[in-house]
């Protein structure tokens, strides 16, 4: 080779080096049509290549935000966050020509219609947030498809009918928020395989059937939130093995009874409410020594016994034992912490006056 033809080849080289590498045409022509399609041309007006680097609409705290990755030879777009812009009406369909998403955020809008089947196209997709909108229909199980999800959010919508059980494809997913959704139905066995799960926001559907034993297998899970469900107990007593859990919510759990045996070994618990859930027998003595726990609501269930002495010694900021069996005595009061003791016969000893003393009447507490 000769030596000219070598300086010609590095500086082509330099040359693609420095050049800063055109975004797919496709998904540059797809994303002027969304932002014209929900009228954002006045957040976001692309006058150049939308993965020009250090692009205004690139920065983290950008919204809209576009962000993309790159090759050599080409951009794609990977990120794009329209949130709580009030964008409104469906969704334009050029939505699903962005193949190469990452992170989808579009909540807290107005967005409505359904969701298509087109959304299996995004098989990228690590974090994808539709929550807060008024999304109608059922959730499609093509959603099943997007097998490299972390996290999906479509808390806050008017969906219908149950879960598909196509969502048991999702073995990477960590988090999985869908309160108030909209579905019912029972909960899908197939969730069974979310071994990865970490946490799970799930309050308020109509869920039906059993609360699921599989939940028990999610060796880090944290986070379990199913209150204003119709699910039937009871807690399942292998829960025991959820030794991560620091927040556990169920509520209104209907049909057969539960035991509390089964936190013996959540010491990680920080949260704990479990209001008329059918929950029978003692308080294990074990729950004052959980050095995290702030807030421990058992209203309104069939507890009996004494309240463990020294439960008012420990990390508690929120104490809710209403509507049960119990008996014991408040001492030492601590101050600071919110108490709920309504309908039990539990001794306030040390009360200042302003409550009944031995009786069936103190509540200060307020939620
Ligand atoms: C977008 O930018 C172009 C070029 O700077 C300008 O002519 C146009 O008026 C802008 N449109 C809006 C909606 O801001
Ligand atoms: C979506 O909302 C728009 C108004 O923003 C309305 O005109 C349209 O009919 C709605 N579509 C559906 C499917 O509900
Ligand atoms: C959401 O949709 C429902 C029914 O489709 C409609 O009644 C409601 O007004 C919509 N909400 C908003 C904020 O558009
Ligand atoms: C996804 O889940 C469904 C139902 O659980 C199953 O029939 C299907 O084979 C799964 N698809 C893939 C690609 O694993
Ligand atoms: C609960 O913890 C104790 C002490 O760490 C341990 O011996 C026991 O095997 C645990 N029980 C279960 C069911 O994990
Ligand atoms: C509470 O449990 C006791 C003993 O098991 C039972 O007799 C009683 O009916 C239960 N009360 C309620 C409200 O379930």
Known sequence: MSSLCICFLVLCLLK??????????????ALNKIIDYWNLRSNLNLTMDPCTQNAPWA???ANPKVACVCSTTVCHIAHLKIYALDISGEHPKELFLLKELMDLNLGQNVINGTIPAEIRQLTKMQYLSLGINNFTGRVPPELGSLTNLKSLSFVSNNFNGPLPPQLGNLTSLQQLCIDSSGVNGPIPQELSNLKSLEILWAADNHFTGKLPEFFA??????VLRLEGTLLEGP??????ALVKLQDLRLGN???????LDF?????SLSILSLRNCRIAGQLPEKLSSFGNLEILYLGSNNLSGELPPNIMSSSLTALDVSFNSLSGDLRPKRSGLSMNFFGTSINDRTSDGRYVISGTYKSKFRE
């Open 59 to 61: 920065q983290d705290q």
């Open 235 to 240: 807690i399942p007593s292998n829960y025991v």
């Open 263 to 267: 936190v013996e070994n959540l010491t």
């Open 217 to 222: 297998h999610f060796m880090n899970f944290q």
């Open 253 to 259: 759990l209907r049909n057969e009874d539960s035991s």
């Open 16 to 29: 693609i080096a420095a050049a800063q590498p055109l975004t797919d045409s496709t998904e540059v022509d």
